[in-house]
């Protein structure tokens, strides 16, 4: 009889504890009834319509899924992509205008006008494009890479255009002197060979190499 009036209290403080977690875990009105509830307040108080419900990729769920925010999800205006009237120097200077102003004509355009210049992206290769061996054919990759190699060439302030210097492997070598975001003054070379795989771009100069003129790949590759 003791035994049982001992294990009563200890019975009962369980299951308030138990009791004290369940409300823990589950306060009132979750965030995903509060989340749907939001828009139609905003609608009664005469608001504006949040970005989730005005996104094509958003306005059928509860919140914002960043699908839009994506730079492969986006549409490019052909003339910041490889065309075959574009020179090399003129399809360096088309990327350089983009890394002047980054979000010109949209977020996130300049990471789209390079990766489609980028002209050593393999799905089974590396790529020796910032010189030293990286995947990058994913484009969240090659925003990776680029946030290694060239961090300060978005918002850079101004640059100039040397000649072209054919190679003698048949690519052509582009020096553009350059006064990065941070006033920095250097030359970063762009070496640009014509696309040879694929339909879209084939026939048309695309960056095969962006190396800094202090890199120990200037040459190598």
Not at 2 to 21: C, F, H
Not at 44 to 49: E, Q, Y
Not at 139 to 156: C, E, I
Not at 176 to 199: K, N, P, S, Y
Request: charged share 25%; glycine share 6%.
């Amino acid at each position: 009889a003791m035994a049982t009036a001992r294990s009563a209290p200890l019975r009962a403080r369980g299951a308030a504890a138990s009791t004290s977690a369940s409300a823990r875990q589950r306060p009132q009105g979750s965030s995903r009834s509060r989340s749907r509830a939001a828009p139609r307040a905003a609608a009664a108080l005469g608001t504006s319509i949040s970005t989730a419900e005005s996104c094509p990729f958003c306005r059928d769920h509860d919140s914002c899924r960043s699908i839009c925010r994506n730079p492969q999800n986006k549409e490019l205006d052909e003339a910041l992509c490889p065309q075959a009237s574009y020179s090399p120097s003129e399809a360096v200077a088309v990327q350089l205008e983009v890394l002047r102003d980054p979000s010109n004509p949209k977020p996130g355009a300049w990471v789209q006008c390079l990766y489609e210049f980028c002209g050593d992206k393999d799905p089974f290769e590396r790529s020796r494009y910032f010189g030293p061996s990286k995947d990058i054919y994913q484009v969240d990759h090659y925003m990776g890479a680029f946030s290694q190699f060239g961090s300060k060439l978005p918002n850079l302030r101004e640059y100039t255009l040397g000649g072209e210097r054919k190679l003698e492997d048949g690519r052509v070598a582009v020096d553009a002197a350059v006064t990065q975001q941070d006033g920095e003054v250097c030359t970063w070379t762009f070496v640009m060979r014509t696309c040879d795989i694929g339909l879209r771009y084939k026939g048309m100069w695309q960056t095969h190499r962006l190396l800094r003129d202090d890199s120990d790949w200037h040459g190598r590759c």
